[in-house]
């Protein structure tokens, strides 16, 4: 990384003294960058890990209990575990990301099953191997 420099703008001309203040912030905006994606991988500066979610202040919080498909006991989600069952108490973002991880379980369960997505709807007789067999 490059050390850092003090600049007596007093002493350079206006062109030159932008150009360092605009080479200056650009350097500020990388810096910035390169922390928040660090903290997005889960690197600390000592190169711990963080578990979970990066929390964001004054994000709604929403309670979820985990109801998910009889193959599946438990959610995996940036390094930290989330079992079936238990409740638990989080952020917008991570509330619709939970959600979605359980409709897309419930849905590949229906589909193992062989199960219509619209429980309303009438089963057609439909053969769909060469000896025979009919879908359920």
């Not at 193959?71 to 069952?85: E, S």
């Amino acid at each position: 990384m490059a050390k850092s420099r003090v600049v007596n703008t007093k002493i350079l001309d206006d062109a030159e003294g932008q150009k360092e203040l605009k080479d200056a912030r650009a350097r500020a905006r990388r810096k910035l960058a390169d922390q928040v994606a660090m903290q997005e991988l889960g690197l600390d500066d000592g190169g711990a890990v963080i578990k979970g979610p990066i929390a964001i202040p004054g994000e709604e919080q929403y309670t979820l209990t985990l109801d998910m498909y009889e193959g599946a006991d438990r959610l995996f989600i940036d390094g930290k575990y989330y079992m079936n069952g238990a409740t638990y108490t989080v952020g917008k973002r991570l509330y619709d990301t939970m959600r979605d991880m359980i409709a897309r379980g419930w849905e590949h369960q229906r589909e193992i099953e062989g199960k219509d997505r619209n429980a309303y709807r009438k089963q057609a007789n439909i053969i769909i191997s060469p000896n025979g067999v009919k879908a359920a």
